[in-house]
């Protein structure tokens, strides 16, 4: 006959602390159960699953997460109508493009996408063809031309394009306190898919850092710098919504752009041409010096 074994000890400490962050786990999980909505129920229980998951890596403390906690109020108090500081937290952690990443699927030589940014405003001003969207802000004026095509080259005739821009102080229309529309604008690509217009040489800026998000970057070291860039959203019936901007080539900061929005393919030459140079319209900018830069766009199905 067998003898029992005696040698089997009781659950050691760290055993209890598991099954106790465990149970805890299962309770929080099974509490969605009876969500009717299905892709509702998938999304809180993987949270919940990840959240748990960094609580119990890094071992957090009570004390970090009430800091935690005055963190995301802080945000949460800075934001209003014309400042989105969630925005920026979720641009900064690259949480932004990779959701852009995500829901932007590679389809043949369709123009990548890339952040969003917390500076669009509807209603933009309509300019036409060959329109000017700085409405007096400042920097040197930058001719911008290109198509709006599908992927297989065709023109897309009254694709609406919306674009948005800093000033060469690095700061948006919305920034200033005096509710000036100034560096944006929306046109219309023509009837064979071609647009221009004159905006402003981008230039590097930093990104609101008065507020907890410059302060999360101020104490990891890390930049609030961004690289020089000229923002687009293009829509065109059946089409997917393109939100993207072009880089200029030559910028320090590509490689350090805060909220790694820049990819290869959107980094464009702007070629600066001397005062004098007769410009594409015709238009007399004296003794100014100006830029020039082509941007082709290529839209993927809306369906895919």
């Keep these: 006959m067998s003898t ?4 089997r000890t009781s659950p050691t400490a760290d055993e209890q602390q598991a099954r106790v962050e465990e149970t805890l786990i299962r309770n929080v999980l099974r509490s969605f159960g009876d969500c009717e909505d299905p892709r509702l129920k998938q999304l809180m229980q993987s949270l919940v ?8 890596d890094v071992r957090l403390t009570e004390e970090e997460w009430n800091i935690a906690i005055e963190f995301l109020t802080a945000v949460g108090h800075i934001t209003d109508d014309r400042r989105q500081e969630f925005i920026l937290l979720s641009d900064v952690l690259g949480v932004s493009m990779q959701t852009i990443n995500v829901n932007n699927t590679a389809y043949k030589n369709a123009t990548e996408a890339t952040v969003f940014g917390p500076f669009f405003v509807d209603d933009a001003p309509e300019i036409p063809n060959g329109g000017d969207i700085s409405g007096g802000a400042t920097g040197q004026p930058c001719w911008v031309e290109g198509t709006v ?10 694709a609406r394009i919306e674009v ?12 200033y306190d005096d509710n000036r529309v100034a560096g944006r604008a929306h046109l219309y690509s023509d009837e ?3 647009y221009s217009f004159w905006g402003l040489t981008p230039t590097p800026y930093p990104i609101p850092h008065d507020g907890p998000v410059g302060k999360m970057l101020e104490a990891t070291g890390r930049s609030p710098m961004r690289a ?15 939100v993207t901007h072009i ?21 464009k030459d702007f070629t600066e041409q001397p005062a004098g140079t007769p410009t594409p319209d015709g238009r007399d900018l004296g003794d100014t010096t100006w830029a020039r ?7 993927a199905p809306a369906n895919i």
Excluded at 228 to 242: G, I, N, Q, Y
Aim: aromatic letters at 12%; glycine letters at 8%.
């Design 164 to 175: 948005w821009e800093a000033d060469e102080d690095g700061f948006y229309d919305v920034q």
């Design 247 to 267: 880089f200029v080539t030559g910028d320090d900061l590509l490689k350090y752009d805060t909220v790694f929005g820049v990819k290869q393919s959107l980094i």
């Design 228 to 242: 020089s860039h000229l923002h687009f959203m293009v829509t065109a019936p059946e089409k997917r919504t393109l």
């Design 192 to 194: 064979n898919g071609n």
């Design 4 to 7: 029992p074994d005696t040698t």
């Design 149 to 158: 095509t599908d992927t297989d080259g065709n023109p897309i005739p009254g």
């Design 49 to 56: 699953t990840y959240l748990h998951a960094f609580i119990r």
């Design 293 to 299: 830069t082509r941007f082709n766009i290529a839209l």
